[in-house]
């Protein structure tokens, strides 16, 4: 992934030995804490919910360069510690329970929905677990985006993704008027810390549950809230704006088939007079008394909380039987999909939505940085 200043490359596959990051752009002298990186691998990694994965792995994070404290070697985080950025970084995670067996009868057969057909077309092969089309890379995208999120802190920005519907519950939606720019650092930190908020919890895992037993999964939504970029700061026009960036960004997470800004496709139902967020002045500053562009206009940032709202596919590998055909014969056959899978993958993706959109805010940051340089 290429953004302007910031490269991020993740290698490896579901099944390999290992996976490793690279990410280069990042401001020699930058620092952030063991604890971010380790808080978004924990809210990505498989729980003992009912919407998660029985694949349980360790996800321990290993520098190998990159990094002020790499002079003695290799680097595995710790809570409680802080980490200077000296160079390149460069990061790997073990895979270390990978079950390539249950994937055998899918080896020529692709499941509906996955990336397996068009891998097969491209590379002549379907790759066990997906193989680098598969969730479990993010698990790299949330070390980087653990980094990112730290830097911007440290320029008054905060990133914050939950969780906002499964299926047809409802969870909770800025279009409604919940106003994460109200929240204090420890409230901040709670949304973060909850896949699902408290009070819906057990509606969203007594849905889980009924569509797992039928060997289905559900779909949902995530939201994401920036917040502390000023107006006029970030993004530019036309090709470069910062809705475009984001979206490029948010696309590379596995599972996402859509996105809008602010009240997005509500817009399109509206008349004008309906859409327009109104300027105003508090406490002397400009601001707009309503959000539904999201914090965004002509592709900069107006100084208000930038809001985008994330669709989530249901899980492809269902164990309900499904149509496909067999690639090397070239017959029909049904597939029931074995392994183990999420039954809804959106409590596991909200780290790596707010992730990819962190990455997107940094890059622009430092663009910005350089631009001034320049001048």
């Known amino acids: 992934m290429g953004f302007d200043v910031l490269e991020v ?12 990051l690279g990410l280069f752009g990042l401001t020699k002298g930058s620092k952030f804490s063991g604890d971010g990186v380790l808080d978004m691998l924990r809210r990505r990694k498989s729980s003992n919910s009912p919407w998660s994965t029985p694949r349980i ?13 790499n002079k003695s070697g290799e680097v595995a985080l710790e809570r409680g510690k802080t980490y200077e950025i000296s160079g390149v970084v460069s990061a790997h995670v073990k895979n270390e329970n990978a079950k390539p067996k249950d994937y055998e009868n899918v080896n020529v057969v692709p499941r509906p929905s996955h990336a397996d057909y ?6 002549g092969r379907i790759a066990s677990g997906g193989g680098r089309f598969s969730g479990r890379m993010t698990t790299m995208l949330c070390i980087a985006g653990g980094i ?8 008054g920005i905060e990133v914050v993704a939950y969780a906002s519907s499964v299926g047809d519950v409802e969870i909770m939606t800025y279009k409604d008027g919940v106003d994460v720019k109200g929240l204090d650092e420890k409230q901040i930190e709670k949304l973060k810390s909850e896949a699902v908020c408290e009070d819906k919890r057990a509606e969203v895992e007594n849905l889980v549950k009924d569509v797992a037993s039928r060997g289905d999964s559900v779909g949902g939504t995530i939201e994401c809230v920036v917040l502390g970029a000023g107006a006029g700061t970030l993004g530019d026009n036309l090709f470069d704006g910062l809705e475009s960036k984001i979206a490029y960004s948010v696309f590379g997470v596995p599972a996402v088939k859509g996105i809008e800004f602010g009240w997005g496709f509500d817009l399109a139902k509206s008349n004008g007079s309906e859409a327009n967020d109104g300027f105003v002045l508090k406490s002397g500053k400009v601001r707009t008394e309503t959000n539904k562009s999201g914090g965004i206009n002509g592709g900069i940032a107006n100084g208000m909380p930038i809001t985008l709202r994330v669709a989530i596919r249901p899980t492809p ?5 499904q149509k496909s055909v067999n690639l090397e014969t070239n ?6 999909v074995k392994g183990r899978h999420d039954a809804c ?26 631009a001034k340089e320049t001048f």
Do not use: W
């Open 9 to 20: 490359q993740i290698l490896g596959e579901s099944h390999s030995e290992e996976m490793t």
């Open 57 to 69: 792995e360790n996800d321990e994070a290993v520098f190998s360069c990159g990094l002020v404290e």
């Open 118 to 123: 068009v891998q097969y077309v491209k590379d």
């Open 148 to 155: 990112a999120e730290d830097i911007l802190r440290a320029h």
């Open 317 to 321: 590998s269902i164990s309900i039987e």
């Open 331 to 336: 017959t029909p056959c049904a597939l029931e």
């Open 345 to 370: 993958i959106v409590p596991r993706a909200v780290p790596c939505v707010e992730s990819a959109v962190a990455l997107a805010v940094l890059d622009e940051l430092l663009k910005q940085q350089l």
